[in-house]
């Protein structure tokens, strides 16, 4: 099944579904959740804007080989326009 977003903000949205794991644990255990301030994560991490916090969650949970929790990978696939 191919996922075929019709924006980028759309496909990271896809992605983060995709790679995040319950309660928001990365492969070592720390915890990163969008936390009580604006665009800042519980580890610490702030982004100055809503991409920021995307690109670190997407860095924190995206597993080797993007291969996700129902075994498909998932990446971006480039297309011709």
């Known amino acids: 099944m191919r996922f075929t977003a019709e924006d980028e903000l ?5 992605l983060l579904e995709t790679f995040t794991p319950a309660g928001g644990r990365d492969r070592r255990g720390q ?4 936390w009580e301030t604006a665009l800042t994560c519980r580890c610490g991490f702030t982004g100055t804007q809503a991409a920021d ?6 860095a924190m949970f995206t597993p080797p080989g993007h291969i996700a929790h129902d075994g498909v ?8 326009d």
Not at 10 to 14: N, P, R, S, V
Not at 53 to 58: G, P, R, V, Y
Not at 73 to 80: G, L
């Open 10 to 14: 759309e496909l990271i949205d896809h």
């Open 31 to 34: 915890v990163h959740v969008e």
């Open 53 to 58: 916090l995307d690109e670190h969650f997407l």
């Open 73 to 80: 990978k998932h990446a971006r696939i480039e297309t011709e």
